[in-house]
T-cell receptor, first 113, second 115 residues
Framework: RKEVEQDPGPFNVPEGATVAFNCTYS??????FFWYRQDCRKEPKLLMS???SGNEDGRFTAQLNRASQYISLLIRDSKLSDSATYLC??????????????FGTGTKLQVIP | DGGITQSPKYLFRKEGQNVTLSCEQN?????MYWYRQDPGQGLRLIYY???????QKGDIAEGYSVSREKKESFPLTVTSAQKNPTAFYLC??????????????FGDGTRLSIL
């Protein structure tokens, strides 16, 4: 089982739609979680951190479910500019005490006019 | 402005040649990372380092080497042993866990191609 798994998509949605992505992780001791956005041929950029209590930033809502070991990202009222690949990131302490950062393979979103 | 600088942006390598990719950060971050991304694929961890003069292999370290002589710098050498080096290479940094679970910051990346 991969450490972090995402549906690669693509998710093709019309403008104004609500779209949800999920990401599962295998290590129950993982400590922190993030969503990044990556545009084509660019570096990943932090979208938001993810907490158990849930957090919202405008049209974006992120949620962590530790019991089921998944995180989610909800995008409301999709814009054309939301088209990108969304990467799930999980931080875990490895056996040597080093913090290992693991990326999912990303979910591609295409918002259609 | 604080940030991570990767150079060069584009790099061409002849077969059998070693090349070194530069990564410098002025964010005072302790941890630094190198990733490789192939077209249409996710990021794969090559090496990471949490303190000067110490680094750990990631998932795909074969054919690569790194050094961490200074906190600010974490250069990656792609050796001739790496048979398929064409990819997008990303450097990242973050504070250590003890300073809160902070996200990584990325450089703009280096695109490496074989001539």
């Amino acid at each position: 089982r991969k450490e972090v798994e995402q549906d690669p998509g693509p998710f093709n949605v019309p403008e104004g739609a609500t779209v949800a992505f999920n990401c599962t992780y295998s290590n129950s001791a993982s400590q922190s979680f993030f969503w990044y956005r990556q545009d084509c041929r660019k570096e990943p950029k932090l979208l938001m951190s993810v907490y158990s209590s849930g957090n919202e930033d405008g049209r974006f809502t992120a949620q962590l479910n530790r019991a089921s070991q998944y995180i989610s990202l909800l995008i409301r009222d999709s814009k054309l500019s939301d088209s990108a690949t969304y990467l799930c990131v999980v931080n875990t302490l490895d056996s040597g005490g080093y913090q290992k950062v693991t990326f999912g393979t990303g979910t591609k979103l295409q918002v259609i006019p | 402005d604080g940030g991570i600088t990767q150079s060069p942006k584009y790099l061409f390598r002849k077969e059998g040649q070693n090349v070194t990719l530069s990564c410098e950060q002025n964010l005072n971050h302790d941890a630094m990372y190198w990733y490789r991304q192939d077209p249409g694929q996710g990021l794969r961890l090559i090496y990471y380092s949490q303190i000067v003069n110490d680094f750990q292999k990631g998932d795909i370290a074969e054919g690569y080497s790194v050094s961490r002589e200074k906190k600010e710098s974490f250069p990656l050498t792609v050796t001739s042993a790496q048979k398929n080096p064409t990819a997008f290479y990303l450097c990242a940094s973050k504070p250590l866990p003890g300073r809160g679970n902070q996200p990584q910051h990325f450089g703009d990346g280096t695109r490496l191609s074989i001539l």
